[in-house]
């Protein structure tokens, strides 16, 4: 017998669905006239007939419907790698940034190289793909602004300001590895970056936001990202205006137009570095004048009544804000607690009733607080304390524009006393 | 046991339906109540020579009908209940079988045959009826000549029904020898030698070992190329048929008789009856196809390993073989071109010219361009439209005459009297353009200075008869797919109008129904949408509305006849098709995307209707139309699956029509990407559905590998809840991949089904794992993983990028929890670093997210 196996006998197939024969008859009817039921199928028959060898004539190799079968499929497989590529590269930035404390281990150290193509996504579509573990990571990457309830010292000597668009806080990573902090504008697909944490490989953590900030705004402009959105890169990056925050600055960055909707100002110390989570150093404030939200709105929209504010519950009970160390605004009752089935570190709405809020010697002592009910899904955080203080002072005695003119001025002239001294 | 049955078979073949129907209930009955008397009374009608033929015939035809059916399972169930009969049932049956063989009656005798071969087909892979072929063979010896026909007939489809391995080697001998003998001159009868070279043909595939013999092979060939001279044009064509089997099945002996071969064949191609002739001009399109086959699979490099190699012998045979086929073009049949299912020597000429032109490449173009300027300016039709084919088979190797052609033929489009000719003509510009246009020909046959004037030709010649102007649309076609990635600006944009209006009308046509002109017309529209650029997408979204008003109008349609009603489910699916292309080219980019959104209600509400229209079965072109819908509208879709998911439930339940259950499928996938968690409450039904799907032995395999895929999709969209469905899911995945692991001794076509079936499996794990992921449940994956692990070993380079990307998630969702065993598996080490270090962009992409993922879980 020869070695090569038949090829022209019939072959089986997997898990005997299908067997392939290669001689074709033609079907012939067997002279029965037309009858329902059983007999039906023995009309099917064949008799010994030549073979049919017509094939195809003056037509194209593949229909036109095969294409479209075939270009849905490819469009399929495309969006399940994408939906597959997107999972990946967020959970990859995780662990990459994760690692970059981490030893990686020896067996499996293998150079990494960097990825040409830029591959964007932000916290919106992270969130999108892998519930609140993934949001609240990501949210944690945030150098997150502290409310402005005092005016800080030397704000203008050692604070940038600028105006602080209004939009989604995002968490910008390429699969290349930058990764830039900005605002998301939705309906022109573009970014207005603030702060850049990482660049080219290398790391922006330990640099001050002076140093940042100059960074931000030579690379956007070197890499073309901030040109129109094309195929190669879907969004749009541009940089905000930072200015000094000087008498001058700061009237610029409150009263001049900007390309964005402005939502308040942010004042940045110049020599903080990058730290994730609430920091003293980035402030934002806000009024009527630069923006549309300076009160917390409800889930429909509407401005209550009461200031409502959302609290951490602690395992004892107590009720604390986001900051670290937590701020603790009361406790529930053990009754309580068992009796609607909260879990600890579940967040919580509360109203604050006409009791308010009571302070000895600047320390929150008391609130009048009324539970309301589970937060928004989307919420990662507890309010900070700072945020809960500036709703609260907005409500009552706000800090206004006035004060922060009159703290910038002041400051100025006792700079030029003090260098006036110097040189004399 | 037996009883009377004549008069009920009979009945069963009633003009009057009402006696008809009463006999068949009757014979059903019978059947039910006891089967073996049943077919024992069967079997007697059948060999009783007494009997009516009309109701021996029927008998065995019940008997047949009783041992084998279409559909895999029905025809497993048969050969089990035919095995668990009483043996003493069994071998009366197959005594009144065998001598029925010897009736007078030639239809009892033909019967009879068929049903030997059924249960031979079942038996002798069990070894049973080990006497069956001794005894026919006897039967050759017998005198009477009618037993003779018989016997070889029986042979003949015996050898269809049995694999070569099933029957030794020592039978095929005498089965050979029996038929070879049945055929040859000293024959006397030629009903004898008919079946005989009829049964010879059925038998080539068991002779591997006589073709190895230089003397059995040469014996065989030599009375096959006897029977091609035969005095019976019957049996030249049997005998021309076993050459075009003996052609692809030993390809590799044929270089001895090749010569013979050639001289037989072109004598038989010009002299004799066509349908001979036919199947001479087969014999080379075949030997075409193998040589085809074996050029692209080595390349033309050929070592000491290649199975086959190439002999050449349409290279050698070129000089002669070419000018055989030209002469065949000048045999046109009057109204071929309007005739669906006409096949006469010039279109089997044509054909073979075509294969020759592809096996051969260049060396064609001498042989051929003489006879073009000779024959295309010539008074007589016949020679104008045989040039103007000429150029089809090859147009990119007569670059040079097509250039000088290409107005010639633009002019005769329009202009040449005949139909015929004017037919062939827009063919040819379709291949032209097919071949000698688009971006990646180096100097294209189309240019600025000449677009209009083709455009305007072809929109032309669409007015023309139906069967030009579908050839005209062709044409149109392969000009719009040239311009597919000419970037932003198009030359067609300033005729995209005009285009789309023509076209349109081509499809408002009264005769548009013949030559599938309608079909074309849309497909062409098709076409010109996806080559089409951003400059004229208001033109496409116009066209939304148009398309949908088209569809409409076909649903208000009232009391049809069900001709016209399968005339409007073809439009129907023609306009579904060619949305499904509108949407997916505006839902490319992000405003086109946004733009077409406000007909998104109204399309999907017309598609509802489209499905409502039948009763049994969805639409395949709606289905897939949704599909892209789906990804358009993303998480919106949720509206409209409350009335959408009946249709999607039958769409996974037609194991019938398997590509609807495939498309689906896939449309399945994208709605869990549309809908993500929001497709819940629909998967409980859904994975029931699809499970039912992979345990059926009715659906088509190839609908298998997708279905895993989807497991991945719904596990992505669902997360953690897709705990329920792990039990059910994961063993049929496990075993699945037991499976693909069995891939020794398997042919081509089921490597590639096996990678199929792989990376669907792969992508059911990735999507599993993905949507674990930071679940507290990843715990119930662990169990699993071994195997995984395991199953991942076993790759093909081909799936490879799924593979790896699945270790990756592995690590990734499982953790310190798969580190270990990461760690432990040598393999893993190997193959990811093997990934790593791929030329390929992707596989090394994935390869570095898996590097992380595992560094991670190992170091936790």
């Known amino acids: 017998m020869g070695e090569k196996p038949v090829t022209s006998g019939l072959s089986c197939s997997f898990m005997g669905v299908s067997w392939t024969g290669f001689l074709i008859y033609r079907r012939s009817d067997w002279g029965l006239t037309g009858s329902s039921t059983g007999i039906d199928n023995f009309k099917q028959d064949k008799v010994m007939a030549p073979h049919d060898l017509r094939r195809p004539f003056k037509r194209a190799a593949i229909s036109d419907q095969q294409r479209r079968r075939e270009l849905s499929l490819q469009r399929q497989a495309q969006n399940r790698r994408d939906a597959q590529h997107q999972a990946r590269c967020l959970a990859q930035t995780i662990l990459s940034l994760q690692n970059d404390t981490?030893?990686?281990?020896?067996?499996?150290?293998?150079?990494?190289?960097?990825?040409?193509?830029?591959?964007?996504?932000?916290?919106?579509?992270?969130?999108?793909?892998?519930?609140?573990?993934?949001?609240?990571?990501?949210?944690?990457?945030?150098?997150?602004p502290e409310w402005m309830i005092d005016v800080p010292d030397r704000l203008n000597t050692d604070w940038y300001v600028c105006a602080r668009p209004a939009g989604k806080r995002c968490f910008v990573v390429s699969s290349n590895g930058q990764r830039l902090v900005g605002y998301a504008m939705a309906p022109d697909q573009t970014y207005y970056v603030i702060?850049?944490?990482?660049?080219?490989?290398?790391?922006?953590?330990?640099?001050?936001?002076?140093?940042?900030?100059?960074?931000?705004?030579?690379?956007?402009?070197?890499?073309?990202?901030?040109?129109?959105?094309?195929?190669?890169?879907?969004?749009?990056?541009?940089?905000?205006?930072?200015?000094?925050?000087?008498?001058?600055?700061?009237?610029?960055?409150?009263?001049?137009?900007?390309?964005?909707?402005?939502?308040?100002?942010?004042?940045?110390?110049?020599?903080?570095?990058?730290?994730?989570?609430?920091?003293?150093?980035?402030?934002?404030?806000?009024?009527?004048?630069?923006?549309?939200?300076?009160?917390?709105?409800?889930?429909?929209?509407?401005?209550?009544?009461?200031?409502?504010?959302?609290?951490?519950?602690?395992?004892?009970?107590?009720?604390?804000?986001?900051?670290?160390?937590?701020?603790?605004?009361?406790?529930?009752?053990?009754?309580?607690?068992?009796?609607?089935?909260?879990?600890?570190?579940?967040?919580?709405?509360?109203?604050?009733?006409?009791?308010?809020?009571?302070?000895?010697?600047?320390?929150?002592?008391?609130?009048?607080?009324?539970?309301?009910?589970?937060?928004?899904?989307?919420?990662?955080?507890?309010?900070?304390?700072?945020?809960?203080?500036?709703?609260?002072?907005?409500?009552?005695?706000?800090?206004?524009?006035?004060h922060l003119f009159a703290s910038v001025n002041s400051l100025s002239e006792e700079e030029n006393t003090c260098d006036t001294d110097m040189v004399g | 046991m037996a009883m009377e049955v004549t008069q009920v078979l009979l009945s069963a073949q009633a003009v009057d339906s009402t006696v008809r129907k009463h006999a068949e209930e009757t014979l059903k009955q019978f059947q039910e109540q006891n089967l073996p008397g049943f077919l024992l009374s069967l079997s007697g009608e059948l060999a009783n020579e007494e009997k009516p033929v009309e109701s021996r015939k029927l008998a065995g035809l019940i008997l047949k009908n009783a041992l084998d059916a279409k559909e895999q399972h029905r025809k497993f169930e048969l050969v089990q209940r035919w095995l668990s009969l009483d043996a003493a049932v069994k071998s009366q049956i197959k005594a009144c079988l065998l001598q029925t063989l010897s009736s007078t009656a030639s239809d009892a005798r033909s019967t009879a045959s068929q049903v030997i071969a059924k249960v031979a087909g079942i038996e002798l892979p069990q070894k049973q009826w080990p006497e069956l072929i001794g005894s026919l063979l006897s039967n050759v010896h017998q005198v009477p000549p009618h037993v003779k026909q018989a016997t070889l007939e029986t042979l003949g489809y015996l050898c269809e029904e049995v694999v070569p391995d099933v029957v030794d080697q020592d039978q095929v001998n005498k089965i050979l020898t029996a038929v070879v003998q049945g055929m040859s001159s000293t024959e006397g009868n030629t009903e004898v030698q008919l079946a005989a070279t009829r049964a010879l043909y059925n038998a080539l595939g068991f002779a591997q070992a006589n073709f190895s013999n230089d003397m059995e092979r040469d014996y065989i060939m030599r009375v096959v190329c006897e029977a091609t001279l035969s005095p019976e044009v019957k049996i030249r064509q049997a005998a021309f048929e076993c050459l075009v089997s003996i052609g692809s099945t030993y390809y590799e002996k044929l270089a001895p008789y090749i010569q013979d071969i050639f001289h037989i064949t072109s004598k038989a191609v010009r002299e004799d009856e066509e349908p001979v002739a036919l199947q001479a001009i087969e014999f080379w399109s075949s030997i075409c196809d193998e040589e085809i086959d074996i050029l692209e699979e080595y390349g033309g490099d050929f070592t000491a390993d290649s199975d086959v190699p190439c002999y050449y012998f349409i290279k050698q045979a070129l000089p002669a073989l070419v000018p055989m086929l030209l002469e065949t073009l000048l045999k046109q049949e009057e109204d071929q071109?309007?005739?669906?299912?006409?096949?006469?020597?010039?279109?089997?000429?044509?054909?073979?010219?075509?294969?020759?032109?592809?096996?051969?490449?260049?060396?064609?173009?001498?042989?051929?361009?003489?006879?073009?300027?000779?024959?295309?300016?010539?008074?007589?039709?016949?020679?104008?439209?045989?040039?103007?084919?000429?150029?089809?088979?090859?147009?990119?190797?007569?670059?040079?005459?097509?250039?000088?052609?290409?107005?010639?033929?633009?002019?005769?489009?329009?202009?040449?009297?005949?139909?015929?000719?004017?037919?062939?003509?827009?063919?040819?510009?379709?291949?032209?353009?097919?071949?000698?246009?688009?971006?990646?020909?180096?100097?294209?046959?189309?240019?600025?200075?000449?677009?209009?004037?083709?455009?305007?030709?072809?929109?032309?010649?669409?007015?023309?008869?139906?069967?030009?102007?579908?050839?005209?649309?062709?044409?149109?076609?392969?000009?719009?797919?040239?311009?597919?990635?000419?970037?932003?600006?198009?030359?067609?944009?300033?005729?995209?109008?005009?285009?789309?209006?023509?076209?349109?009308?081509?499809?408002?046509?009264?005769?548009?129904?013949?030559?599938?002109?309608?079909?074309?017309?849309?497909?062409?529209?098709?076409?010109?949408?996806?080559?089409?650029?951003?400059?004229?997408?208001?033109?496409?979204?116009?066209?939304?509305?148009?398309?949908?008003?088209?569809?409409?109008?076909?649903?208000?349609?009232?009391?049809?006849?069900?001709?016209?009603?399968?005339?409007?489910?073809?439009?129907q699916g023609l306009l579904c098709g060619c949305l499904q292309v509108i949407i997916q080219k505006l839902g490319a980019s992000d405003p086109t995307k946004y733009a077409f959104?406000?007909?998104?209600?109204?399309?999907?509400?017309?598609?509802?209707?489209?499905?409502?229209?039948?009763?049994?079965?969805?639409?395949?072109?709606?289905?897939?139309?949704?599909?892209?819908?789906?990804?358009?509208?993303?998480?919106?879709?949720?509206?409209?699956?409350?009335?959408?998911?009946?249709?999607?439930?039958?769409?996974?339940?037609?194991?019938?029509?398997?590509?609807?259950?495939?498309?689906?499928?896939?449309?399945?996938?994208?709605?869990?990407?549309?809908?993500?968690?929001?497709?819940?409450?629909?998967?409980?039904?859904?994975?029931?559905?699809?499970?039912?799907?992979?345990?059926?032995?009715?659906?088509?395999?190839?609908?298998?590998?997708?279905?895993?895929?989807?497991?991945?999709?719904?596990?992505?969209?669902?997360?953690?809840?897709?705990?329920?469905?792990?039990?059910?899911?994961?063993?049929?995945?496990?075993?699945?991949?037991?499976?693909?692991?069995?891939?020794?001794?398997?042919?081509?076509?089921?490597?590639?089904?096996?990678?199929?079936?792989?990376?669907?499996?792969?992508?059911?794990?990735?999507?599993?794992?993905?949507?674990?992921?930071?679940?507290?449940?990843?715990?119930?994956?662990?169990?699993?993983?071994?195997?995984?692990?395991?199953?991942l070993d076993s790759m093909d380079d081909v799936v490879m990028k799924t593979a790896i990307g699945v270790l990756g998630d592995l690590a990734d969702t499982l953790g310190s929890n798969a580190g270990s065993l990461i760690q432990q598996s040598l393999s893993s080490k190997d193959f990811l670093n093997e990934c790593l270090s791929s030329e390929d962009h992707l596989i090394k992409e994935s390869a570095e997210w898996a590097r992380l993922a595992i560094s991670r879980a190992i170091s936790v």
């Open chain 2, 337 to 571: 071109d309007q005739d669906e299912g006409a096949w006469n020597l010039a279109m089997a000429g044509g054909t073979c010219l075509g294969l020759v032109a592809r096996t051969v490449g260049d060396d064609i173009v001498p042989l051929v361009m003489p006879f073009i300027e000779e024959n295309i300016t010539k008074p007589d039709w016949r020679q104008r439209e045989a040039a103007t084919y000429a150029f089809g088979p090859s147009p990119d190797k007569l670059t040079p005459i097509v250039n000088v052609a290409l107005n010639f033929m633009l002019t005769a489009l329009t202009k040449d009297p005949n139909s015929h000719v004017k037919d062939t003509t827009a063919w040819t510009l379709g291949r032209i353009f097919e071949f000698l246009h688009g971006s990646t020909v180096e100097t294209p046959i189309i240019t600025p200075a000449n677009c209009q004037q083709i455009i305007t030709v072809l929109l032309q010649s669409m007015k023309d008869a139906p069967n030009v102007a579908e050839k005209a649309c062709g044409a149109l076609y392969f000009l719009a797919q040239g311009y597919e990635d000419v970037g932003s600006t198009s030359p067609l944009t300033p005729y995209f109008q005009e285009i789309v209006q023509s076209l349109l009308y081509v499809t408002h046509r009264e005769d548009a129904g013949e030559s599938r002109l309608r079909t074309a017309a849309y497909e062409t529209l098709n076409e010109v949408v996806r080559c089409s650029t951003d400059e004229t997408a208001r033109l496409v979204l116009e066209l939304v509305q148009v398309i949908m008003t088209e569809l409409h109008n076909t649903l208000e349609a009232q009391r049809l006849s069900s001709d016209e009603r399968e005339k409007q489910n073809e439009l």
């Open chain 2, 597 to 791: 959104m406000q007909y998104a209600d109204q399309i999907m509400n017309l598609f509802l209707r489209v499905f409502a229209c039948r009763s049994a079965t969805v639409h395949e072109e709606a289905m897939l139309a949704i599909g892209a819908l789906a990804y358009v509208t993303g998480p919106n879709f949720a509206k409209y699956m409350p009335d959408f998911y009946k249709y999607l439930e039958m769409g996974l339940q037609n194991f019938e029509e398997y590509q609807v259950c495939a498309v689906t499928v896939g449309v399945v996938g994208d709605i869990c990407r549309a809908l993500e968690d929001k497709i819940l409450p629909y998967c409980d039904q859904i994975m029931t559905l699809l499970l039912k799907d992979l345990s059926s032995n009715q659906l088509h395999r190839s609908v298998k590998p997708p279905i895993f895929s989807c497991f991945g999709d719904i596990a992505l969209a669902i997360g953690e809840n897709f705990e329920k469905y792990l039990m059910y899911a994961m063993p049929m995945l496990q075993s699945a991949a037991e499976l693909s692991a069995h891939t020794a001794g398997a042919d081509d076509e089921m490597i590639e089904y096996t990678n199929i079936l792989r990376n669907g499996i792969l992508e059911a794990y990735s999507g599993i794992f993905q949507g674990f992921k930071n679940s507290p449940k990843t715990q119930l994956l662990i169990s699993y993983a071994p195997h995984i692990l395991q199953f």
């Open chain 1, 195 to 402: 702060d850049m944490v990482c660049w080219g490989g290398m790391s922006l953590y330990e640099c001050t936001a002076e140093f940042r900030f100059f960074w931000v705004n030579s690379k956007l402009v070197e890499t073309g990202a901030s040109n129109d959105p094309s195929t190669y890169h879907r969004y749009r990056f541009k940089t905000v205006v930072i200015y000094n925050c000087d008498p001058g600055g700061l009237k610029a960055a409150y009263t001049e137009p900007v390309p964005y909707v402005k939502d308040g100002l942010l004042f940045y110390n110049k020599h903080a570095h990058y730290q994730s989570g609430n920091t003293p150093l980035v402030l934002v404030w806000k009024d009527e004048n630069c923006s549309q939200y300076v009160l917390d709105t409800d889930g429909k929209g509407q401005i209550p009544d009461q200031q409502q504010v959302v609290l951490e519950l602690l395992d004892d009970g107590r009720l604390a804000t986001s900051d670290d160390p937590p701020v603790i605004f009361g406790c529930l009752d053990k009754d309580f607690i068992q009796k609607t089935g909260l879990q600890a570190s579940t967040l919580l709405r509360f109203a604050i009733n006409e009791g308010g809020l009571c302070f000895a010697d600047g320390k929150l002592e008391k609130a009048d607080l009324q539970y309301l009910g589970k937060p928004n899904r989307a919420r990662a955080f507890a309010d900070s304390y700072s945020k809960v203080m500036f709703q609260y002072t907005v409500r009552h005695s706000p800090l206004r524009i006035e």
């Open chain 1, 102 to 144: 981490a030893e990686p281990h020896p067996e499996f150290e293998i150079a990494a190289q960097a990825e040409e193509h830029a591959q964007d996504f932000d916290v919106r579509q992270a969130a999108r793909l892998k519930g609140a573990e993934a949001r609240r990571w990501f949210a944690k990457q945030l150098m997150l």
